[in-house]
């Protein structure tokens, strides 16, 4: 979305735009599926057209439109870009992701799944606007709890702990400073509550404690994942709009 929308600003063209949705050294295309370049200069063809970026999960569908062809890859996935035409939705993009070895080491070919909307699906409006102080507020109360957690998102994220449908891009031009950290320090947290989430009871073994520990790794992580997609839409908006 962020490259998509330095194309439309005229910042950069498709095929860098395209290529550098790929990332740094982790992932690249796989030659099959919907073609980035292709796809990007198609939104152009668009009667105002706008991205939403959804991050699904089990039992948390909103944004998606379907079809059911839509949905399932973008559960896999946990993510997917909602495109829209005039506030319409017209088509859903999904990265498909496979396992695969590059010059000996493991790294992951990237394919992009292109599903048409149901005719005449309006679009769930965009975010509240408070995701930034949400999620402060959360940290904070984090930091000043009696629960500890592994929680540093002021500095880079380990490697290791970086997933694979995840990618380490540089922001285009333009994006300000406030948005960019807000984007920066959302996606941290939702990727370190993911990995301590995904450890289970980490540094404790007592019930009440895990639970409480549990319990307050699930807010984080539901705000920081609001917070995310508000950055992205709205650094998306403020470049294409």
Known sequence: MLWSAAYLRGD???????????GVGRSGPSGQGEDLFGWMTSLRRLPLAQLRLVLPAPGRLAGLVGPPE?????????QAIVVTAAGIADHTLVPVITPIEHEGRPAHAVSWLRVPAPLGRHVAPAGSGHARQELLQALRRAAEGSVELDLVPDEPVEPARIPPTWISTALPRHVDVSSAHLLVLAARTLLLTRSEIDEGHGHTVHLAEALARRGLLDELHDVARGALVEAVERIVAEMVG
Do not use: K, N, R, Y
């Open 12 to 22: 950069v063209g498709p095929d860098d735009a395209s290529q550098l949705s790929f």
């Open 70 to 78: 839509a949905i399932v890859p973008a559960l896999e996935a946990e």
